[in-house]
């Protein structure tokens, strides 16, 4: 039977059992042994986690290309992987060569990675954007049917949220709380229900899925000693516990909403803390003199978990 070496990382974190976990499979240098998408598929169902990738052979020192799997189908891009694969080919993998890799391939396009701290392992990278205001807002009843636990929170009923794509096919609905207290008593979406596509995004723009993105601004962080901003992402029935994508769609967001023009505006985000698994998340977004999104910069760090081999699937 052929075997696969794998690793996993836990991912936005450097402490082990925090973060968000993410597995590494390393595919065939052969290319005649090449993995089908139902075999990759099967792997990712095998680690059970929200993200795995597959790393193809080296065929430029400069680039490392890479597949990436949720446990329902292969999507282009995600954040969590994105920083995961960053830290491992530029710092922890056994040839790392301290900044050789410049770009990540995904089925995205090219994502541009460096080390911005050798010590801390802490990496960019420079996420592909086409931003989109929705011109429907998400209305408070509908966010209350499917969070009830919130109702408390809102007395206003006159409120709605805004509904955003960081590129076509990746969409949020921001919903800002007013206290940590409000961000602990969110619960998964009753029934597992998904926020729909079609009467809630532009036409043009409904594909994918809409993450409902909860946060509190302003928080004292007493691990970084810093202001920062509190997150929880529900997808369904699902949570996750750093959410790269709507991180960098909530930056972006509120750069667009509210930065002043040919500056960079840098956020700090904390996900996870509700589950038990921490998450740092950094963002640089850049805006040009127009107010236009100039660059969004993802930076975060990785850790090694565990190592091993993992039998491919029957073809």
Request: hydrophobic fraction near 40%; aromatic fraction near 8%.
């Amino acid at each position: 039977m052929t075997q696969l070496s794998f690793v996993t990382l836990d991912v936005f974190t450097s402490k082990p059992y925090t973060g968000n976990p993410l597995a590494v499979v390393f595919l065939p240098e052969d290319e005649s042994q090449a993995l089908t998408q139902r075999q990759k598929h099967q792997i990712t169902l095998e680690f059970n986690l929200s993200e795995t990738i597959f790393v193809h052979p080296v065929r430029d020192e400069s680039k490392r290309k890479i597949d990436i799997f949720t446990i329902e189908c292969e999507i282009p891009f995600a954040g969590h992987p994105t920083i995961g694969a960053a830290t491992w080919f530029l710092c922890q993998a056994p040839d790392a060569a301290g900044g050789a890799v410049k770009t990540l391939t995904t089925k995205s396009g090219d994502i541009p990675i460096s080390i911005q701290d050798k010590e801390s392992q802490y990496v960019a990278a420079k996420i592909a954007h086409n931003t989109h205001i929705h011109a429907a807002r998400y209305p408070l009843q509908e966010m209350l049917r499917l969070h009830p636990t919130l109702a408390p929170f809102f007395p206003d009923s006159d409120v709605s949220f805004p509904l955003f794509s960081i590129v076509n096919g990746m969409a949020q609905t921001f919903i800002e709380l007013p206290s940590l207290e409000a961000l602990a008593a969110v619960p998964v979406a009753t029934g597992g229900e998904l926020v729909p596509l079609e009467k809630n995004l532009d036409e043009g723009w409904r594909s994918g899925l809409i993450c409902v993105y909860f946060f509190v601004r302003d928080v004292e962080d007493e691990v970084m000693n810093q202001k920062v901003i509190r997150t929880r992402m529900m997808l369904g029935s699902f949570e996750d516990p750093a959410t790269g994508s709507s991180a960098s769609g909530l930056t972006a967001y509120l750069t667009l909403t509210e930065g002043q023009a040919g500056q960079e505006h840098r956020y700090h985000i904390v996900q996870g803390v509700e589950m038990g698994r921490r998450s740092d998340i950094g963002v640089n977004v850049t805006l040009d003199n127009d107010k236009k999104i100039e660059q969004v910069v993802l930076t975060g760090t990785a850790v090694q978990v565990s190592e091993g081999k993992i039998t491919v699937p029957e073809a």
